[in-house]
């Protein structure tokens, strides 16, 4: 399980496909601690698995279906990910519960500067249309935001300097993909009402 909380941001160093497995080797250097092989940590919002550390470089393997789902596969070596280690018991909760469980990736349309801090509107993609209200919880590559303003084709992030510092979100372009991870909670409320009101 997740926050949403972003620590940082790390490198990918390498990536190889083999056999419909895509693997990335990132330099956690930063977030090492005590991260051991079965491991789960959030990259840009996507849950995997530590499958191998060699000193400050950690491989994740990532399967088709992932792949499909997510912006794992359109990254690039060197490309900068957000990173979050998983939660553990009696950790702060700043953010929202969140598995790493990816529902789908959204283009971003427009982004709009504000003072020190942007505006960000992605496209409402059908996936994730009926969890998406304003004043409502989105993981966006993993970091916790609170939804803005919601149109018919679109939705509004309002995002603030420290999150623009620690994150990969302000270096985002229009026509970039991100991923949505929508949270358990809400996804259970919605997909309830739906089906009361079949």
Do not use: W
């Amino acid at each position: 399980m997740f926050t949403g909380i972003v620590a940082g941001t790390a490198e990918i160093i390498k990536i190889n496909e083999n056999n419909g497995l895509r693997s990335f080797s990132i330099d956690l250097q930063a977030f090492l601690g005590d991260l051991v092989i079965g491991a789960s940590v959030s990259i840009d919002g996507v849950c995997l698995t530590v499958v191998s550390i060699n000193g400050s470089i950690v491989d994740f393997d990532v399967i088709g279906e992932t792949l499909q789902r997510t912006t794992m596969s359109m990254k690039k070596e060197g490309d900068i990910v957000n990173i979050e280690r998983s939660l553990k018991f009696g950790d702060e909760l700043g953010g929202h519960i969140l598995s790493g469980h990816v529902m789908t990736k959204a283009r971003i349309l427009e982004i709009v500067n504000k003072g020190e801090g942007i505006d960000i509107i992605i496209e409402n993609v059908e996936d994730v249309v009926p969890y998406i209200m304003e004043k409502g919880y989105i993981a966006v590559d993993g970091i916790s935001l609170t939804v803005g303003t919601v149109t018919t084709d679109s939705f509004y992030l309002h995002i603030i300097p420290e999150t623009l510092r620690i994150t990969t979100i302000g270096q985002k372009r229009v026509g970039e993909f991100v991923n949505l991870e929508i949270d358990s909670q809400t996804q259970t409320i919605v997909q309830t009402i739906m089906r009361r009101e079949k």
